[in-house]
């Protein structure tokens, strides 16, 4: 495995192509766990050296215990993993389906595969922003830099990972993403207006009731 981490930095379209072809989806899993469990180390780490201010805390008393608890590593770890898997599996399979539509020809374990090795720059990113941070207070502007880089990283890597595991050309593997981006974003704003419907009437209702 620690060739395909190597690979996808020195070499990322092979790399990426060949561990779709052997459908080391499993490996990829694996992956993404890895990176979770780093990555919200340095979450923690983070929270507990830099506190955020009194002022910004929740004045509720059972809205301050809660978010104390969710940051707790006992529920934050558990929801961290839940979340990073369900979001890789997902996009993983709006990627294939979206594919289709461009005749893409690979398959949903191939996706998965080099969806996952597709985050390995999170993998470096995550010492970086730890170093910075255990620097000092004054480093904690720099310590966003590393996941910025990252995230850019790793979009970029995103559409190699649809390119090379579906067997599309680089605007094909652009136009899966944007799709789904679009998609997403369809889906938010009729859940957002669906429930404002919802409360509408709810509000008419119970004045109604009142009346």
């Not at 059972?62 to 961290?80: D, E, G, I, Q, R």
């Not at 594919?99 to 969806?115: E, V, W």
Request: no cysteine.
């Amino acid at each position: 495995m620690w060739e395909y981490l190597v690979g996808v930095i020195n070499e990322p379209v092979r790399t990426l192509r060949e561990v779709a072809e052997k459908r080391l989806w499993k490996e990829s899993l694996l992956l993404i766990i890895a990176i979770t469990l780093v990555g919200g180390a340095v979450s923690v780490v983070s929270l507990k050296m830099n506190p955020p201010a009194a002022s910004s805390l929740p004045s509720d008393p059972t809205l301050a215990h809660f978010f104390s608890t969710f940051y707790s590593p006992a529920v934050f770890f558990p929801f961290m993993l839940v979340s990073s898997i369900f979001s890789w599996f997902i996009a993983g399979a709006i990627y294939y389906g979206f594919s289709r539509l461009f005749k893409g020809q690979g398959s949903l374990p191939g996706m998965l595969a080099s969806l996952g090795f597709a985050e390995t720059p999170a993998l470096v990113s995550a010492p970086l922003t730890a170093l910075a941070l255990l620097l000092g207070p004054a480093w904690i502007f720099v310590s966003y830099v590393p996941g910025f880089v990252a995230w850019i990283w790793v979009l970029v890597l995103d559409v190699l990972a649809i390119r090379e595991s579906q067997r599309l050309d680089t605007g094909q593997a652009i136009g899966v993403l944007l799709t789904t981006v679009a998609a997403l974003f369809a889906l938010f704003i009729i859940i957002i207006v669906l429930v404002a419907v919802i409360a509408a009437i709810a509000a008419i209702a119970t004045g109604s009731a009142h009346s």
